[in-house]
């Protein structure tokens, strides 16, 4: 079984400071790792994932996150956010199998909330 | 990329009824379609997946029987809520798995109002 864990639920940051959501992941297996935004009564637009290879990803926005696996971490990071990017933010996991189709299990999410 | 277009994106029906919410995939087709429900202010929970031709996998605590899922096409999944009551009302969203780059689409969502 997998599982993950978002350890805030809300933070607030001032518009063009930096700013880090954090999720960590459990699991007995490899998975796949994703995170996504959530705009209010819309469904969820992804923002990056990580499949394999560099532990360093680029997603859209000026959206960063980084893998790893030794803490079994992938927050998101962002050098300098804006107004816009107010928001739910969700991670993910899914299991690692190959050609098929397999669940995302979801983190509690946090909110991000950019003041001026 | 790819779309999934889901509608209604809101809908409000009385107490007793059914609404059905379709998700199509546009310019994919969709093999497997995953129906989550979101409450306010909380995380998605997956109610069940639907492979195409073959009936949906449930999961526990999510009563099939009042929660019908079709995925009679590769293009095409529909959820409905039979004999909705209140306790039903929610954010309702589809995601279609696209194997080919492991990745995942969402519907822009359905709020169910049942008054």
């Known amino acids: 079984a997998q599982s993950v864990t978002q350890l805030d639920s809300q933070v607030p940051v001032f518009e063009e400071a930096p700013v880090e959501l954090r999720c960590n992941y459990s699991?007995?297996?490899?998975?796949?790792l994703f995170w996504y935004v959530q705009y209010p009564n819309q469904g969820l637009q992804l923002l990056l994932k990580y499949l394999s290879g560099s532990t360093l990803v680029k997603g859209i926005n000026g959206f960063e996150a980084e893998f790893n696996k030794s803490q079994t971490s992938f927050h998101l990071r962002k050098p300098s956010v804006h107004i816009s990017d107010t928001a739910e933010y969700f991670c993910?996991?899914?299991?690692?199998?190959?050609?098929?189709?397999?669940?995302?299990?979801f983190g509690t999410g946090t909110r991000l909330q950019v003041t001026l | 990329g790819a779309v999934v277009s889901q509608h209604p994106s809101r809908v409000i029906c009385k107490s007793g009824t059914s609404v059905k919410i379709e998700c199509r995939s546009l310019d994919f087709q969709a093999t497997t379609m995953f129906w989550y429900r979101q409450f306010p202010k909380q995380s998605l929970m997956l109610m069940a997946t639907?492979?195409?031709?073959?009936?949906?996998?449930?999961e526990q605590g999510v009563e099939k029987d009042k929660f019908l899922i079709n995925h009679a096409s590769l293009t095409l999944s529909t959820l409905t809520v039979t004999s909705a009551h209140p306790e039903d009302s929610s954010f309702y969203i589809c995601?279609?798995?696209?194997?080919?780059?492991?990745?995942?689409?969402f519907g822009s969502g359905t709020r169910l109002t049942v008054v």
């Open positions: 993910a996991v899914s299991d690692l199998l190959a050609g098929t189709a397999s669940k995302l299990t």
């Open positions: 995601s279609a798995s696209l194997v080919q780059d492991y990745g995942y689409t």
């Open positions: 699991s007995s297996v490899s998975v796949y």
């Open positions: 639907s492979n195409e031709g073959s009936k949906a996998t449930y």
